[in-house]
């Protein structure tokens, strides 16, 4: 028997439909974004760290001691692996996400208390400022956190977890009447 297997997005079908208009608060998820993981070798954790940070269309998310998460919106994901194996060389191990992880902006004036209904992080702007980024559970999903911007979160999950991860996000915003659609 011949399969036909059609490439959709994690979410397709919770985000079915035509756009709305985005509330105050808002759930937006990226169609399709270049990650990778980057795994800097032994003693080469600097050195790494400085060729990711020297370009700056590359959004770098913090995973732990040596490890990052490398995001690009202008590249493909092999255009991405590319450059990552151009800047790193031999110094790290690169290794493609972008069919992996799913990466969802929650934004609005309510997006702290949003996601502290679920994250046991202080969110405070002194405390996660604008370009931090940690792992951490989300209820008890795991997932990449970024402050993205004043009132803006970047999530990214692992594609299996999206799901769930949008139906917890989605649970935590209902009192403020949050929107969400895919990104254009």
């Known amino acids: 028997m011949v399969r036909d297997y059609n490439n959709r997005h994690a979410l397709d ?3 079915r439909g035509t756009p709305k208009p985005a509330n105050a608060d808002h759930l937006e998820v990226s169609h399709w974004q270049a990650i990778a993981t980057v795994l800097a070798h032994a ?4 050195a790494v760290e400085r060729a990711l940070s020297s ?10 001691p040596g490890e990052w998460l490398v995001v690009s919106h202008v590249d493909t994901p092999v255009g991405l692996m ?12 690169v290794v493609d996400q972008s069919d992996g992880r799913v990466l969802l902006r929650l934004s ?6 949003i996601l502290a ?10 405390a996660f400022a604008h370009g931090g980024s940690t792992n951490v559970l989300c209820g008890h999903i ?3 956190l970024m402050a993205s911007g004043a009132d803006v979160f970047e999530l990214i999950v692992a594609r299996s977890f999206a799901e769930s991860l949008f139906d917890d996000l989605m649970a935590m915003g209902r009192q403020f009447d949050i929107s969400s659609a895919f990104s254009e």
Not at 43 to 46: C, E, I, N, S, V
Request: with cysteine; net charge positive; glycine share 12%.
């Open 117 to 126: 209904k679920g994250i046991g992080v202080d969110l405070h702007p002194a």
């Open 108 to 113: 609005g004036p309510s997006a702290r208390t």
């Open 82 to 93: 590319r450059r990552l194996d151009m800047l790193c060389g031999t110094q790290a191990h």
């Open 13 to 15: 079908q919770k985000l």
């Open 43 to 46: 003693g080469l954790d600097a």
């Open 55 to 64: 370009t700056p269309d590359l959004s770098l998310r913090y995973c732990g």
């Open 142 to 144: 795991a997932v990449n």
